[in-house]
T-cell receptor, first 114, second 111 residues
């Protein structure tokens, strides 16, 4: 009964390939997020969706395309992978409204681009 | 987004209290103080939040200075499982929903 799940957990691929990471939440939340944690351990927001609509896009290259088929899913597709895309990608969800608007994070997807 | 300043690292012994400080001198009146932590190889998890008054929950306590320019996360009895990076984050009510993570404080708990 994992609240926020991500697949795959590990992803090793070659430069130039296209790959997708999937995220699902069973918390009934309206908002979902993608964060990237680089090799220096900095965690940074990439995208946020509310009820399948994009609300935050933090100047991420357009090789990254999030897709939300329904409010329980937010997938991340990455085209033409580059070495610098190697990182851990975390999905999160929250129920906006009154504070604290707690965000619940998934376990992460460790992407290594060779 | 308002910024926070935390020590890079702290150490504690098991079963002793730990006080993790955070400075946020540019905090605005609508900013809530949130704490998250990230255990090794896991995603961040919510710990506690507050606005003006001190707060307690089953995980920790949050002490907020009267002028709100600083706060302290208190773990009453550290366990090995509390070893993690602790992030102090300011988040406005009604503002952007994103969390802006700083470098955090890496807490080491010695047995």
């Amino acid at each position: 009964d994992t609240a926020v799940s991500q697949t795959p957990k590990y992803l090793v691929t070659q430069m130039g390939n296209d790959k997708s990471i999937k995220c699902e939440q069973n918390l009934g939340h309206d908002t979902m997020y993608w964060y990237k944690q680089d090799s220096k351990k900095f965690l940074k927001i990439m995208f946020s969706y509310n009820n399948k609509e994009l609300i935050i896009n933090e100047t991420v290259p357009n090789r990254f395309s999030p897709k939300s088929p329904d409010k329980a899913h937010l997938n991340l597709h990455i085209n033409s992978l580059e070495l610098g895309d190697s990182a851990v990608y975390f999905c999160a969800s929250s129920l906006p409204g009154l504070p604290p608007e707690t965000q619940y994070f998934g376990p992460g997807t460790r992407l290594l681009v060779l | 987004d308002a910024k926070t300043t935390q020590p890079n690292s702290m150490e504690s012994n098991e079963e002793e209290p730990v006080h993790l400080p955070c400075n946020h001198s540019t905090i605005s009146g609508t900013d809530y103080i949130h704490w998250y932590r990230q255990l090794p190889s896991q995603g961040p998890e919510y710990v506690i939040h507050g606005l003006t008054s001190n707060v307690n929950n089953r995980m920790a306590s949050l002490a907020i200075a009267e002028d709100r320019k600083s706060s302290t996360l208190i773990l009453h009895r550290a366990t090995l499982r509390d070893a993690a990076v602790y992030y102090c984050i300011l988040k406005s009510q009604g503002g952007s929903e994103k969390l802006v993570f700083g470098k955090g404080t890496k807490l080491t708990v010695n047995p």
